[in-house]
Every structure is written in structure tokens, then in C-alpha cells.
């Protein structure tokens, strides 16, 4: 009997020391970081629609994608080894490209990729290949109001209340996405961006203006609205801030004979009107 006691104190003995011991964990072998340089990715676009799909072929890793956006500094990230992209925009971008897996993160990659844009809405077919001018006849032709009004209500232009200067001015979106302004000389200028003309002024004012090659416009569809926006520094005859290579314009209406759009800010929005 007390032989059994001894050896089931030495068993329980045994199991407190195992207990105490402490955990040895297997090391984990988690592979390399994955290699930029041997990831093969694909960019392919769909010309009807103007979508892109964006491609990473090798598996074992997730891609990580960076596209442009509005703030250079913030790209817009889509994570996923195959994905879809809209580019209402012609034209060329560059973008980052880096992939991961259990390891870690690879370095970023950049390329380039030639977007067709999307095709033209139906409803902005009547901007094409017609000469707008200033619809100087009609009260509120230009003026300003609040950001989300649908006409000049605070300051509402008379009818040829403007220099006749500002009224030849001619508009025509072509059918190839380039963009003439005939400004024969000169063009309305907000005082706010005046000084980018050499000119100090406290409202708006005419300054000296020729239209450099290049320059684009395009339509993008938020939501029912339309936005018209230029590339390369455009604008529709006026001048409406210090940033107006970046600003866009709502259409509110547009026929075969009238366009008539707004562009907003903090404050409130400019309207123009124009006739075919």
C-alpha cells in the first residue's frame, strides 16, 4: 500500500514538471517576400464601354492597385488580382502596381496605361461640332447665384451687358475630343485669377488671351447629371477662378440650340449661357 502512494506522488510529480515547462513553438517558415519584377500583370480595355480590367496572372499573391486620383498625394487603392476600372477620360495614366502574401509586401511597381474613355452620353450628342457664342440676348447669360441653383439669381447679366469683346468669343467641341475657343484676342477674366494675365483688378476684367494646342474636353456622368470638364488649361470663355484648369461644369440644359451650365464653389457658382 504505501509502495502504491510513493509512485502515484512520483506519477503526479511527473505531470506539475511537464506542466511547467514551457511551450516550444515549431518555427513558422512564412516563404519569401514576394518580387515585383517577377509579377506578370495585364491591362486590357474594352473600347465600347471604355472599362479596364487590370490583371495579375501569378498566384500565391494579392495585388495591390494604385490609381490616380484628384489628390496626387491619395491614390485610390483596389486591392484584388482581378479588377474592373472606369476611365470616362481619354487619355494616358500612370499607376502603381504591388502585390503580398503571408511574408509581407513587395516594393510598388509603375506603368502606364492608354484609357479609350467612355463613350459619349446620348443626352451630350448636340455639343458636337456646332459654334456656341454667348447667348447675350437673354438676361442671366452670365451671373452668379447659389452652388445649388439652376440659374443666375444674385448677379444677373442684362442682355449685351458685356464687352462686345467677350461676345465673339466661339466655342466648338469637336467629334475627336479636341476643343477650339476663338477668342479673337481677348477673354473674360475672374479678378481672382486676373494676376495669372499681369493684371490686378477687383472684378472681373478682359485679359489678352490665345488658346495653346492641346486642349481637350469631355463628359462624365455623376448620378442623372452631366459635368463638362477641359484638359489643358480650357475653360468656356470665361475665367471663373484661380483654378480653372481643374474645375467642371454641370450642364443643366443643353439642346441642339442652347447650353447652359454652372460651375460651383464654396460661395456660391458662376452660370454661362450659351446658343448654338
Known sequence: MKNNILIFLFLGFLVTLVACEPMVEDDIDLGATPNIESI???????EAS???????????????????????????????NKIVRSFSKRGSYDAQLSVYNKAGMSEKTSFSFEAPGAPLPAEAEPLLDRTWMWDKETAGHIGNGPADGSAASWWVAA???????????????????????????FVLCNEAAAHNFGVTATESVL???????????????????LFLTFEGGG??????????????????????TTLHI????DWGAFFMRFKA
Do not use: C, R
Open 40 to 46: 506578370d500583370y495585364k491591362v486590357a480595355f474594352n
Open 50 to 80: 471604355g472599362e479596364g480590367t487590370f490583371e495579375v496572372e501569378n498566384t500565391g499573391v494579392v495585388a495591390v492597385w494604385y490609381f490616380p486620383s484628384a489628390n496626387p498625394d491619395n491614390p485610390t487603392i483596389v486591392t484584388g
Open 159 to 185: 442682355p449685351n451687358e458685356q464687352d462686345a469683346k467677350l461676345y465673339d468669343d466661339e466655342l466648338i467641341f469637336h467629334t475627336d475630343g479636341s476643343y477650339t475657343l476663338n477668342a479673337y484676342d
Open 207 to 225: 485679359v489678352p488671351y490665345t488658346q495653346p494646342e492641346g486642349q481637350e474636353w469631355y463628359i462624365s456622368k455623376e448620378g442623372d447629371k
Open 235 to 256: 475653360f468656356p470663355s470665361y475665367i471663373a477662378g484661380d483654378n480653372w484648369g481643374s474645375l467642371k461644369y454641370e450642364i443643366i440644359e443643353l439642346t441642339e
Open 262 to 265: 454652372k460651375v460651383a464653389f
